[in-house]
């Protein structure tokens, strides 16, 4: 069974701090990506990543970054939390490009004050 | 316009019922279609693809109209522990998944 597990279920941060989100899998998926679900907006990506250090843009990466160092960790960082982060954040993983199954962590929501 | 629509319901429904959802996207190259449930303070989890033919998973059945950019989600029978968000997802083959904002779905006895 695939587990894909995110470092908290909730957090709450200040204005301006730093926010590390892990995310780990572990069924030696090539891809991973991280989401925000905002209500009636549906998931919107962040950030993917389908190799070891690699890496891209998706539709809302503004202050955001991401980090993947092994194959079955990668980060979500925000850099200088603001309240409009305040969301929560889907980590997923899939095993090969294109339309394929995507396996989602628990979530992490997370508020910034 | 956003690129994958959903009636956000919620639709109540009693036990028993029939109960039926579409979807519709806007880029007309997508090529593979999904419905995943959310529970309340859930993650998703995929429910089913959507084949071009239609396909069949017991109680639900999942219709793609390419010609129409819509696919639907008819659950029969529905129980209880049906009542959730149902999220449409689309995809054009590369890493561009596309989700709906969720039809919110509630089964009462």
């Known amino acids: 069974d695939v587990k894909v597990t995110q470092s908290s279920r909730y957090l709450v941060k200040r204005t301006g701090e730093k926010v590390f989100l892990e995310c780990v899998q572990d069924?030696?998926?090539?891809?991973m990506f991280w989401y925000r679900q905002d209500p009636g907006l549906g998931l919107r990506l962040i950030y993917f990543?389908?190799?070891?250090?690699?890496?891209e843009k998706g539709d809302i990466p503004e202050g955001y970054s991401v980090s993947r160092e092994k194959k079955e960790r990668f980060s979500l960082i925000l850099e200088s939390a603001s309240t409009n982060q305040t969301s929560m954040y889907l980590c997923?993983?899939?095993?090969?490009?294109?339309?394929?199954?995507?396996?989602f962590g628990p979530g992490t929501r997370l508020t910034v004050t | 316009r956003k690129e994958v629509e959903q009636d956000p319901g919620p639709f109540n429904v009693p036990e028993g019922a029939t109960v039926a959802f579409n979807c519709t996207y806007s880029?007309?190259?997508?090529?593979?279609f999904f419905w995943y449930r959310q529970d309340c303070r859930k993650e998703p989890k995929l429910l089913m693809s959507?084949?071009?033919s239609g396909n069949e998973d017991g109680r639900f059945t999942a219709q793609l109209n390419r010609a129409s950019q819509y696919i639907s989600l008819l659950i029969r029978d529905s129980k209880l522990s049906d009542s959730a968000t149902y999220l449409c997802?689309?995809?054009?083959?590369?890493?561009?998944?596309?989700f709906g904002a969720g039809t919110r779905l509630t089964v009462k006895p």
């Open positions: 880029n007309s190259a997508s090529q593979s």
């Open positions: 069924m030696d998926h090539e891809n």
């Open positions: 959507v084949y071009s």
């Open positions: 997923a993983s899939s095993f090969q490009t294109g339309g394929v199954r995507q396996y």
């Open positions: 997802v689309v995809n054009d083959n590369n890493n561009d998944m596309r």
């Open positions: 990543s389908y190799d070891v250090k690699m890496k």
